[in-house]
């Protein structure tokens, strides 16, 4: 089945301890979103790659980076987290500006 | 910031009845879309309805879309345990390329 996989499903780390976190689809669509989500909130948008092409929402703290080496997969970098920093990631994909497809998402503990 | 505003925050009701949410946004929209999330889950995709649609339905679910007041619902018929869950709209604003603004959602507790 075509899909929206994120790795891990937990994550732990230290506080200012850099962490990576990876999204890999296989519905070959060419937009992929990365959003954070913290308790009882709603899910906010990070950044997302209409392409090739990053696009940075303004409000979005330089600690956190992007990679999208190829249409399949899509990295989110925090360089230092902090304790505020602990959330929930979902990475979302469409195609163009369709509906999102979301992943089940990967669950950041700070300690 | 925010776009959506959901309405109620949370709902209570029995098996078989109807949930209906509302959802309220400020800016012109490309399309609004409803979300399901099961705590600690990712969002499922519910549906899509463009600026220029005034109802969709699919399966229990009807939605409503008036532009003039920029509000939406999302109404489920007969209701079951397992749509417990959290549901968000989402607006795609003119020009945003595909980007969604969330609203904080609605928490839907059904109870058999």
């Known amino acids: 089945d075509a899909m929206v996989i994120q790795n891990p499903r937990y994550q732990v780390t230290q506080f200012g301890k850099p962490v990576t976190l990876s999204c890999s689809q296989t519905l070959n669509h060419n937009v992929m979103y990365w959003y954070q989500q913290k308790s009882s909130q709603a899910p906010k948008l990070l950044f997302h790659?209409?392409?090739?092409?990053?696009?940075n929402e303004a409000d979005t703290p330089d600690n956190f980076q992007s990679r999208r080496p190829n249409t399949s997969f899509c990295f989110l970098d925090i360089r230092s987290p902090g304790l505020g920093d602990a959330a929930m990631y979902l990475c979302?994909?469409?195609?163009?500006?369709?509906?999102?497809?979301f992943g089940p998402g990967t669950r950041l503990t700070v300690l | 910031s925010q776009q959506g505003e959901e309405d109620p925050q949370a709902l209570s009701i029995q098996e078989g009845e109807n949930a209906t949410m509302n959802c309220s946004y400020k800016t012109s929209i490309n399309n609004l879309q409803w979300y399901r999330q099961n705590s600690g889950r990712g969002l499922v995709h519910l549906i899509l309805i463009r600026s220029n649609e005034r109802e969709k339905h699919s399966g229990r679910l009807r939605v409503t879309l008036d532009t003039s007041k920029k509000s939406s619902s999302l109404l489920i018929t007969a209701s079951r345990a397992a749509d417990t869950a959290s549901y968000f709209c989402a607006t795609d604003a003119w020009g945003s390329q595909g980007n969604l603004i969330f609203g904080k959602g609605t928490k839907l507790s059904v109870k058999p």
């Open positions: 790659y209409y392409d090739k092409d990053f696009n």
């Open positions: 979302a994909t469409s195609r163009d500006e369709d509906e999102q497809f």
